[in-house]
């Protein structure tokens, strides 16, 4: 690992003298279209050996092997020259009818963009990834391990920490969501691909046959609007084998809700939609009446509700509080949910599981299509002992969820979980933001020391009453 670990500083500490180069947003961007370059040729080696009469997508002076590949090749002016003229003009244009990589090509640089200036220090970060061997399988589980690292670094690259959900949480959600091979895995907000490549490592040790690795390829899905967000997303995929990643740059928000149809429908959403947003004029009349709204998350729930098989369908996302007490729209959503699914459980996460990004706490809703709800179970995630919030160097890990683990299959009342049933839920006007009943008993003091306080509350009240009156009488006379 210390020699990747190198490679990644070097690679940084080259790009931070480009003027070219403006934070870590686009620093980020630009050393992973080159590492996908660099993985995309590694793999053409593979494919030519497992692919019968495999053709690569790209023309003979592009490939990675021709510009890049020679140390003492193209550098300086003749290098920025040929990347900005020629590489990205043809990679955004390539034809998409040649195999399904050219698609995959396309889709990444259409909105990619060259941000380094300078050819020579260009050169020196392509020599650089040039030492890592993608087609060795250490070498690339290395980098993989490393690349979670990178994604990580987005949440303190301004907006773009929207992108990342705390693989923590990712995984845990993953694991109880339990997905099966064979099974439709989608996320119609994917951002960097976690939640996909959770999956993928749940159902990795059931993968033993060519037929089951084509089978795990073709059930996993993801869509994401934004460019960033879909290069890192895509690369991240063919990090964990991915040949041809199923990663579409698309906005399913874009789209009429009533063309969704049966065949659209999956067995698996998994999803941290992006709250906060808004949506473009008009997007919200892509929806029922009932449904009109600007804000993305809402249309996302929305959609997740839709496009869920109609039985079975099974799903986790991740929502601010504003949507449990939300009103309007978000009401109706949530009778939407409670009619159409069995929610029947909300764990509820303390602040700061998504800073520095956002302060804005948020719950983890576990719900199956095809039954309404009669009770939702509430769990209380705790602080670990001696945290008062999470940070960047302190996130939530996997393990805290231990407890809500154990807790799952054999459900009891505790200090953190408790139950409410759909007639409270429905009387509330469906506002789900129901407080832990059990911490605010705790927090009661006992009448004893009530009484107490009041009592010095009244005498210091009265003492004071006292002292307004003593400076009027004192002020008429």
């Not at 380094?116 to 070498?139: A, H, P, S, W, Y």
């Not at 920490?161 to 099966?180: A, C, H, L, S, W």
């Not at 200090?415 to 049933?421: E, S, T, Y």
């Given at each position: 690992?210390?020699?990747?670990?190198?490679?990644?500083?070097?690679?940084?500490?080259?790009?931070?003298?480009?003027?070219?180069?403006?934070?870590?947003?686009?620093?980020?961007?630009?050393?992973?279209?080159?590492?996908?370059?660099?993985?995309?040729?590694?793999?053409?080696?593979?494919?030519?050996?497992?692919?019968?009469?495999?053709?690569?997508?790209?023309?003979?002076?592009?490939?990675?092997?021709?510009?890049?590949?020679?140390?003492?090749?193209?550098?300086?002016?003749?290098?920025?020259?040929?990347?900005?003229?020629?590489?990205?003009p043809t990679l955004k244009e390539l034809d998409v009818s040649l195999?399904?990589?050219?698609?995959?090509?396309?889709?990444?640089?259409?909105?990619?963009?060259?941000?380094?200036?300078?050819?020579?220090?260009?050169?020196?970060?392509?020599?650089?990834?040039?030492?890592?061997?993608?087609?060795?399988?250490?070498?690339?589980?290395?980098?993989?391990?490393?690349?979670?690292?990178?994604?990580?670094?987005?949440?303190?690259?301004?907006?773009?920490?929207?992108?990342?959900?705390?693989?923590?949480?990712?995984?845990?959600?993953?694991?109880?969501?339990?997905?099966?091979?064979?099974?439709?895995?989608?996320?119609?907000?994917?951002?960097?691909?976690?939640?996909?490549?959770?999956?993928?490592?749940?159902?990795?040790?059931?993968?033993?046959?060519?037929?089951?690795?084509?089978?795990?390829?073709?059930?996993?899905?993801?869509?994401?609007?934004k460019p960033l967000p879909h290069l890192l997303c895509t690369t991240?995929?063919?990090?964990?084998?991915?040949?041809?990643?199923?990663?579409?740059?698309?906005?399913?928000?874009?789209?009429?809700?009533?063309?969704?149809?049966?065949?659209?429908?999956?067995?698996?959403?998994?999803?941290?939609?992006?709250?906060?947003?808004?949506?473009?004029?008009?997007?919200?009349?892509?929806?029922?009446?009932?449904?009109?709204?600007?804000?993305?998350?809402?249309?996302?729930?929305?959609?997740?509700?839709?496009?869920?098989?109609?039985?079975?369908?099974?799903?986790?996302?991740?929502?601010?509080?504003?949507?449990?007490?939300?009103?309007?729209?978000?009401?109706?959503?949530?009778?939407?949910?409670?009619?159409?699914?069995?929610?029947?459980?909300?764990?509820?996460?303390?602040?700061?599981?998504?800073?520095?990004?956002?302060?804005?706490?948020?719950?983890?809703?576990?719900?199956?299509?095809?039954?309404?709800?009669?009770?939702?179970?509430?769990?209380?995630?705790?602080?670990?002992?001696?945290?008062?919030?999470?940070?960047?160097?302190?996130?939530?890990?996997?393990?805290?969820?231990?407890?809500?683990?154990?807790?799952?299959?054999?459900?009891?009342?505790?200090?953190?979980?408790?139950?409410?049933?759909?007639?409270?839920?429905?009387?509330?006007?469906?506002?789900?933001?129901?407080?832990?009943?059990?911490?605010?008993?705790?927090?009661?003091?006992?009448?004893?020391?009530?009484?107490?306080?009041?009592?010095?509350?009244?005498?210091?009240?009265?003492?004071?009453?006292?002292?307004?009156?003593?400076?009027?009488d004192k002020a008429l006379s």
């Amino acid at each position: 690992m210390a020699s990747i670990t190198g490679i990644i500083k070097s690679i940084r500490d080259i790009m931070r003298k480009d003027t070219g180069v403006d934070g870590d947003a686009q620093r980020i961007s630009q050393m992973v279209w080159m590492i996908f370059m660099k993985i995309f040729a590694d793999k053409e080696e593979e494919w030519d050996v497992t692919i019968d009469n495999y053709e690569s997508p790209l023309p003979e002076q592009l490939k990675w092997e021709s510009w890049a590949a020679d140390d003492e090749g193209l550098t300086g002016d003749q290098l920025m020259e040929f990347v900005d003229n020629e590489l990205f003009p043809t990679l955004k244009e390539l034809d998409v009818s040649l195999n399904p990589q050219a698609a995959i090509i396309r889709s990444v640089f259409e909105g990619t963009y060259n941000y380094m200036k300078n050819g020579t220090l260009f050169r020196q970060v392509i020599n650089e990834i040039n030492k890592i061997d993608f087609n060795d399988q250490g070498e690339r589980h290395l980098f993989n391990d490393l690349y979670e690292t990178i994604l990580k670094e987005l949440q303190s690259a301004g907006s773009s920490g929207e992108y990342y959900t705390p693989r923590g949480v990712t995984q845990f959600m993953v694991d109880i969501i339990n997905p099966k091979l064979g099974e439709s895995i989608l996320d119609p907000a994917c951002g960097t691909g976690g939640f996909l490549t959770c999956a993928i490592d749940h159902l990795r040790e059931k993968v033993k046959t060519p037929k089951q690795r084509q089978t795990l390829q073709a059930g996993i899905r993801g869509i994401e609007k934004k460019p960033l967000p879909h290069l890192l997303c895509t690369t991240n995929l063919m990090l964990h084998g991915f040949d041809v990643p199923a990663i579409k740059r698309d906005n399913y928000l874009s789209y009429p809700y009533t063309d969704w149809g049966k065949k659209d429908k999956v067995d698996i959403i998994l999803s941290n939609p992006p709250f906060g947003g808004v949506e473009e004029d008009g997007t919200e009349t892509n929806f029922p009446q009932k449904f009109r709204t600007k804000e993305t998350a809402d249309l996302f729930m929305a959609l997740i509700i839709r496009l869920l098989k109609d039985k079975g369908g099974r799903a986790a996302v991740v929502l601010p509080d504003g949507t449990l007490f939300g009103e309007g729209v978000k009401t109706r959503l949530k009778e939407e949910l409670l009619t159409k699914c069995n929610l029947h459980t909300i764990v509820r996460l303390p602040n700061g599981v998504f800073a520095p990004y956002t302060s804005i706490k948020t719950n983890l809703l576990f719900f199956e299509k095809g039954k309404p709800t009669k009770e939702i179970w509430y769990y209380e995630h705790p602080y670990p002992e001696g945290y008062k919030s999470y940070n960047k160097s302190k996130p939530i890990t996997v393990e805290e969820f231990n407890t809500e683990k154990a807790w799952w299959t054999d459900r009891k009342e505790t200090k953190q979980a408790w139950r409410v049933g759909i007639d409270e839920i429905r009387e509330r006007n469906y506002n789900l933001d129901i407080k832990n009943p059990y911490v605010e008993a705790d927090n009661l003091e006992s009448p004893e020391k009530l009484l107490k306080k009041l009592k010095k509350s009244e005498k210091k009240i009265g003492k004071i009453q006292e002292e307004i009156m003593a400076v009027l009488d004192k002020a008429l006379s």
